[in-house]
Structures are given as structure tokens and as C-alpha cells.
């Protein structure tokens, strides 16, 4: 619990400042979503100002919420996006009930969880919330093989007991991710789609990036 405290004072402190910048196929959500628009309720899960909230209302989806633990990027999102369902989490449980909603957004947000326990902890309230069927769509970080990120990752595994995991000089730890590592975290869905691209980070380097949506397995 230790560092997801530590990590929630960084984005407190960036909240007003920051830019995220991973695309939402909207197609991949009208694609697989059983249900209509008006009526598939959505969490974007660790939301920050709210960017895909506003692009989500935007298109007609509704039954929106949005979830994060920082309560400088929920102020941010409040002031763009007045009227929106927002709510504070602990960093580590999500306050809906089971089997409440149809779609997970999880944006760049298992990047600035770096311990691979507390990934699979939030991968389980993910599927907690689901419902049978339910979407799951990620976007996030891979390990790159250009010199910059390798010297990272090799100056912090040991310390951190995990190849990608690494320190920003502005005060956070991140964590860049395996394919296979995605593999085991969502082995509780079906992949439906999956691609790479490259994304701006929010500190404007060019890293690789992927997208992955699975639906829930009912087990
Ligand atoms: C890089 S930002 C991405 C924001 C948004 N998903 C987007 O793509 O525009 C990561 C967000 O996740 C939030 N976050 C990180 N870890 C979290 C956790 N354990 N629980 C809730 N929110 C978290 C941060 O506060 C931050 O707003």
C-alpha cells in the first residue's frame, strides 16, 4: 500500500499540468458491446481529467463513471467535465458492486502500478465489477529494446526485482510491460483484439504502446 500512497501524491501533484495521449477506438467498444450506447455502463478506471469520459459522452454513451485515486486529476476532470460521475478510489479497491458493469477503459494505468501483486490485485477487481461478457480494454506500455529504456530498465531491476519497472527523475516509479506479462494478467478473458503503435508518453518521448480488449471469462 506503501507505494500506490507515494504514487498517488505524484499524480496529485501533475494534475494540472499533464497530457495523456492513448487513442480510444471507439469502433472496438461499438464492435463488441452487446449492449446499446444509451445503455452499456462504462468505467474508465484511473481517469484522470476525464478525456475519454468527454470523447465517450460525446458519442452518445450515457451510463458513464469514471474512477481515480487522485483527487487533483477528479478536480481537473470536475472543472472540464461539470455533471460527470466521478469517484475517489483507495488506489487498490473499486467502490462498484459486482457484476455492475459492461466495460473496463484501464488507460495507462498498470504503467504507474509497478508491482506485479498489486497489478493482479486491481486485474481481480476488474473482473470483480464485470459483468458475465463484460469488455476489458487496455492500453499501455511495452518493454522497448531502444538503448534509452534499456539502460532504465537494467539501472532499476534490482531494486525493484523486475525488468521494465523503473524511476522518473519527477518522482515516480512506472513499469513497462512483456507480452507475456499481459498474458498472464488477462488470462481471465478471451482477447478479441489486440495491436501495437507507437504513443507519445506524457513527458513527450515516443514509446511502444499497445491495446488489448478481451472479454470476461465467467468462470
Ligand atoms: C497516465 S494517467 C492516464 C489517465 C487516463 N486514463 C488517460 O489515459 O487519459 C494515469 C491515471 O491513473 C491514476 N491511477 C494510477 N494508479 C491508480 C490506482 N491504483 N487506482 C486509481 N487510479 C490510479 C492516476 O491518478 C492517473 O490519473
Given at each position: 500500500m506503501e507505494q500506490l500512497t507515494t504514487q498517488n501524491g505524484y499524480w496529485d501533484r501533475v494534475a494540472g499540468e499533464k497530457r495523456f495521449s492513448?487513442?480510444?477506438?471507439l469502433n472496438w467498444l461499438t464492435r463488441h458491446l452487446a449492449s446499446r450506447r444509451e445503455e452499456s455502463r462504462i468505467l474508465d478506471y484511473g481517469c484522470g481529467y476525464g478525456r475519454m469520459l468527454a470523447e465517450l459522452k460525446l458519442v452518445g454513451y450515457q451510463k458513464i463513471v469514471g474512477i481515480d485515486f487522485s483527487a487533483g486529476m477528479l478536480a481537473r476532470c470536475r472543472l472540464q467535465l461539470p455533471g460527470s460521475l466521478l469517484a475517489r478510489n483507495d488506489g487498490r479497491t473499486i467502490p462498484l458492486s459486482n457484476e455492475s458493469v459492461d466495460a473496463v477503459l484501464l488507460f495507462a494505468v498498470l504503467t504507474c502500478i509497478p508491482d506485479s501483486n498489486e497489478q493482479h490485485s486491481q486485474m481481480a477487481e476488474v473482473y470483480r465489477i464485470l459483468r458475465p461478457g463484460g469488455l476489458l480494454y487496455i492500453s499501455d506500455l511495452l518493454i522497448s529494446d531502444d538503448l534509452r529504456n534499456r539502460e532504465r530498465y537494467e539501472s532499476f531491476a534490482d531494486i525493484y526485482d523486475c525488468y521494465g519497472v523503473f524511476e522518473l527523475p519527477e518522482g515516480v516509479v512506472v513499469r513497462h510491460h512483456r507480452r507475456e506479462w499481459i498474458d498472464e494478467l488477462t488470462r481471465s478473458f478471451v482477447q478479441l483484439e489486440f495491436e501495437t503503435f507507437p504513443v507519445t508518453t506524457m513527458n513527450g518521448n515516443v514509446s511502444s504502446g499497445f491495446q488489448y480488449l478481451g472479454r470476461k471469462i465467467q468462470q
Open positions: 492513448h487513442p480510444l477506438q
